[in-house]
T-cell receptor, first 117, second 114 residues
Framework: GAVVSQHPSWVICKSGTSVKIECRSLDFQATTMFWYRQFPKQSLMLMATSNEGSKATYEQGVEKDKFLINHASLTLSTLTVTSAHPEDSSFYIC?????????????FGEGSRLTVL | AQSVTQLDSQVPVFEEAPVELRCNYSSSVSVYLFWYVQYPNQGLQLLLKYLSGSTLVESINGFEAEFNKSQTSFHLRKPSVHISDTAEYFCAVSRPSGNTPLVFGKGTRLSVIA
């Protein structure tokens, strides 16, 4: 089956630093990727939609300058948390749609847990 | 816009007993429906999905869900649960057309008791 890989799975950083999380579709091309955020014991909240070669579309309330999303190729999207603060600590999950397939062929990464000290 | 309601935040059940996790959705258009399972500190795993065709869909580990359009429901069932089924279960919905994101319910914590 299709595989989406996230890296790193765990990251601990100091407040004020920036952290980059990668989301890769390993065996398929993904024109669209989505980034979700999950707080402890809560559901997944959509942060942004990332389309290859264009600017990401952010959900209301998500700071685009805080959470920089780049989708430079058909197999890679990155989320950079800039000047991270403890309130940014969360579980970040990406998902990717197989190019040409639509939502029925959507695959999730394993997630990246960010802890900001 | 779509929305999903999972009526139970926690469901405790004894091992080998049946279980039903409820999911209702709201949408003005046709939908795709999904159930995902999440084990502690892990990502999401697709359990089963309804895209079209038969309204009853099954997973390889004994779960099934039935799409009921009139009741706008997609409840998840298993006739006999195991300890290993203890996890968080999320129901999700999306539009069939285009590259649209999934909208998730708040999740149901299934706890299987020995």
């Amino acid at each position: 089956g299709a595989v989406v890989s996230q890296h790193p799975s765990w990251v601990i950083c100091k407040s004020g630093t920036s952290v980059k999380i990668e989301c890769r579709s390993l065996d398929f091309q993904a024109t669209t990727m989505f980034w979700y955020r999950q707080f402890p014991k809560q559901s997944l909240m959509l942060m942004a939609t990332s389309n290859e070669g264009s600017k990401a579309t952010y959900e209301q309330g998500v700071e685009k300058d805080k959470f920089l999303i780049n989708h430079a190729s058909l197999t890679l999207s990155t989320l950079t948390v800039t000047s991270a603060h403890p309130e940014d600590s969360s579980f970040y999950i990406c998902s990717a749609i197989r190019a040409g397939a639509g939502t029925g062929e959507l695959f999730f990464g394993e997630g990246s847990r960010l802890t900001v000290l | 816009a779509q929305s999903v309601t999972q009526l139970d935040s926690q469901v405790p059940v004894f091992e080998e007993a049946p279980v039903e996790l409820r999911c209702n959705y709201s949408s003005s258009v046709s939908v795709y429906l999904f159930w995902y399972v999440q084990y502690p500190n892990q990502g999401l795993q697709l359990l089963l999905k309804y895209l079209s065709g038969s309204t009853l869909v099954e997973s390889i580990n004994g779960f099934e869900a039935e799409f009921n359009k009139s009741q706008t429901s997609f409840h998840l069932r298993k006739p006999s649960v195991h300890i290993s089924d203890t996890a968080e279960y999320f129901c999700a919905v999306s539009r069939p057309s285009g590259n649209t994101p999934l909208v998730f319910g708040k999740g149901t914590r299934l706890s299987v008791i020995a």
